[in-house]
């Protein structure tokens, strides 16, 4: 399966953006997803992760409560939805797939595909 992450950008801090995660090549609605991201020198940090029906969802404490992960199996799309946004969010976010549908997974290393990431950036 391909991942294209998009919905990047800047925003102020305060502000919200919506990034969305399209796959390609086969469907993923049996696929447990999630979201990372990683800043230069970092190692890539777990953001948040959704079941394969979407019913269950799991979050880094650092966004919980400002962060919304979500899915759209009709369309093959993945969606983080993130509201007061902190200059510390700032990051390159990436999608990636697990093939362990059930399950919530917050560990990089057991996902099988990735995108390509989208940068955001949160101004002070």
């Known amino acids: 399966v391909q991942l294209q992450a998009s919905g990047g950008g800047l925003v102020q801090a305060g502000g919200s953006l919506r990034l969305s995660c399209a796959a390609s090549?086969?469907?993923?609605?049996?696929?447990?997803m999630g979201w990372f991201r990683q800043t230069p020198g970092k190692e890539r940090e777990f953001v948040a992760t959704i079941n394969w029906s979407g019913g269950s969802t799991s979050y880094a404490d650092s966004v919980k409560g400002r962060f919304t992960i979500s899915r759209d199996n009709a369309k093959n799309t993945v969606y983080l939805q993130m509201n007061s946004l902190k200059p510390d969010d700032t990051a390159v976010y990436y999608c990636a797939a697990h093939r362990l549908g059930g399950s919530l997974i917050r560990s990089s290393a057991l996902y099988d595909n990735w995108g390509q990431g989208t940068q955001v950036t949160v101004s002070s």
């Open positions: 090549g086969r469907t993923v609605s049996s696929l447990g």
